[in-house]
């Protein structure tokens, strides 16, 4: 059972916009960053987003953040085959003294 | 260009040990803190743990305080994780993270090494 609740799958078509949440409490997501991470089958997680809503150079627009409160939102606009991934947010719990993820999303672009 | 590289994985027989490294480039490593997560076959990200770039402070998950010690070698760029008490549970994919705010704000991962655990 993860700290962070996210849906186990999301799908939409190509060109669509699909939004992944993340929710947690104020232990974790409430005073702390989120960071967005994408896991492309057979290889390491990648960094999306993080500090919330900021973007690594490289990651294009289509990828956004937000959060509000106790949860965290991943915004995809203009799905592509490629964007088929799981997707984990992740943080500090300040209760755990420790990190936290969410259980992990699975896209599938119809 | 950031590289971490895991090594050290392999199959242990539970209650037994294993220490990985991470042997880290591409940035001044003791200016960083760094972190290891494991996932599981099939499963998710799980948090293990982190260390400052003084190794002044270091952090553990619940599940393996006191069985694992992270620590490092500034002078080697190289992370580390000594395992003991291993069990069948601790089967995973370790990664090898950056972790610039000591915070789970990850923004590298090597591409893991495997641990099996397993008679």
């Known amino acids: 059972q993860s700290v962070l609740t996210q849906p186990p799958s999301v799908s939409a078509a190509p060109g669509q916009k699909v939004t992944i949440s993340c929710s947690g409490s104020?232990?974790?997501?409430?005073?702390?960053?989120v960071s967005w991470y994408r896991q492309l089958p057979g290889t390491a997680p990648k960094l999306l987003i993080y500090?919330?809503?900021k973007r690594p150079s490289g990651i294009p627009d289509r990828f956004s953040g937000s959060k509000s409160g106790t949860s965290a939102t991943l915004g995809i606009t203009g799905l592509q085959t490629g964007d088929e991934a799981d997707y984990y947010c992740?943080?500090?719990?300040?209760?755990?003294?420790?990190?936290?993820f969410g259980g992990g999303t699975k896209l599938t672009v119809l | 260009e950031v590289q971490l590289l895991e090594s050290g994985g392999g199959l242990v027989q539970p209650g037994g040990s294993l220490r990985l490294s991470c042997a880290a480039s591409?940035?001044?490593?003791?200016?960083?803190?760094m972190s290891w997560v494991r996932q599981a076959p099939g499963k998710g990200l799980e948090w293990v743990s982190a260390?400052?770039?003084?190794?002044?402070?270091?952090y553990y998950a619940d599940s393996v305080k006191g069985r694992f010690t992270i620590s490092r070698d500034n002078s080697k760029n190289t992370l580390y994780l000594q395992m003991n008490s291993l069990r069948a549970e601790d089967t995973a994919l370790y990664y090898c993270?950056?972790?610039?705010?000591?915070?789970?704000?990850?923004?590298?991962w090597g591409q893991g090494t495997l641990v099996t655990v397993s008679s």
């Open positions: 104020n232990s974790n997501i409430g005073n702390n960053y």
């Open positions: 591409g940035f001044t490593f003791s200016s960083y803190s």
């Open positions: 260390i400052s770039g003084s190794a002044r402070s270091t």
């Open positions: 500090e919330d809503n």
């Open positions: 992740g943080t500090w719990d300040n209760s755990l003294s420790g990190g936290v």
């Open positions: 993270a950056k972790d610039p705010k000591l915070r789970c704000s990850i923004d590298y």
